[in-house]
T-cell receptor
Framework: DQQVKQNSPSLSVQEGRISILNCDYT??????FLWYKKYPAEGPTFLIS?????DKNEDGRFTVFLNKSAKHLSLHIVPSQPGDSAVYFC??????????????FGQGTILTVHP | EPEVTQTPSHQVTQMGQEVILRCVPI?????FYWYRQILGQKVEFLVS????????KSEIFDDQFSVERPDGSNFTLKIRSTKLEDSAMYFC??????????????FGSGTQLSVL
């Protein structure tokens, strides 16, 4: 299932700089997109989301951008902090009128923020 | 902050045995889910549950799987006859009712199931 893809398995960033995590999707029926982060031995934790009617959503240091024509979204973290080091998952929902909460996940990107 | 609780954190079983994975969702949530992640693969949807019945299930969720909400707090996933390929981290999740927040699933820490 390649409907949601995160092509970068890992990203390394210096503390204070911007982290940009990317995600592509193929199913044009998706209408809601989310980012989750996951620490070892924990479940995914909701970070930020965006509806397909918007192209940007911001929450503190985290901003998600959606480019529907390119079927691409990105997560920007500014400034990056060592505590942001985690696996980040892109997820999408809404394809084909499916029920709420059926998320399709990407493979994840391991973000490492160096002090 | 309220959280989803899963027990046990690790479960080892023999192939062919039945296992029950347990979850306590957040108390005022109405939608419940099971996801799993096989080592090295994506987190994948298994089943959603609302109003005491399955809302949707994936192709993975065959007759060997069942879910139940036996009381007002627990939500369980049963695998009747485990196979080697059932080895995975199983995540329980719950969410509130309204569409604006439904997809903001709250996940538990998972149960690592190992089938030998």
């Amino acid at each position: 299932d390649q409907q949601v893809k995160q092509n970068s398995p890992s990203l390394s960033v210096q503390e204070g700089r911007i982290s940009i995590l990317n995600c592509d999707y193929t199913n044009s029926m998706f209408d809601y997109f989310l980012w989750y982060k996951k620490y070892p031995a924990e479940g995914p934790t909701f970070l930020i989301s965006i509806s397909s009617i918007k192209d940007k959503n911001e929450d503190g240091r985290f901003t998600v951008f959606l480019n529907k024509s390119a079927k691409h979204l990105s997560l920007h973290i500014v400034p990056s902090q060592p505590g942001d080091s985690a696996v980040y998952f892109c997820a999408a929902s809404g394809a084909g009128g499916t029920s709420y909460g059926k998320l399709t996940f990407g493979q994840g990107t391991i973000l490492t923020v160096h002090p | 902050e309220p959280e989803v609780t899963q027990t046990p954190s690790h479960q080892v079983t023999q192939m062919g045995q039945e296992v029950i994975l347990r979850c306590v969702p957040i108390s005022n949530h109405l939608y419940f889910y099971w996801y799993r992640q096989i080592l090295g693969q994506k987190v994948e949807f298994l089943v959603s549950f609302y109003n005491n019945e399955i809302s949707e299930k994936s192709e993975i969720f065959d007759d060997q799987f069942s879910v139940e909400r036996p009381d007002g707090s627990n939500f369980t996933l049963k695998i009747r006859s485990t196979k080697l390929e059932d080895s995975a981290m199983y995540f329980c999740a719950s969410s509130p009712q309204d569409r604006a927040t439904n997809e903001k699933l709250f996940f538990g820490s998972g149960t690592q199931l190992s089938v030998l």
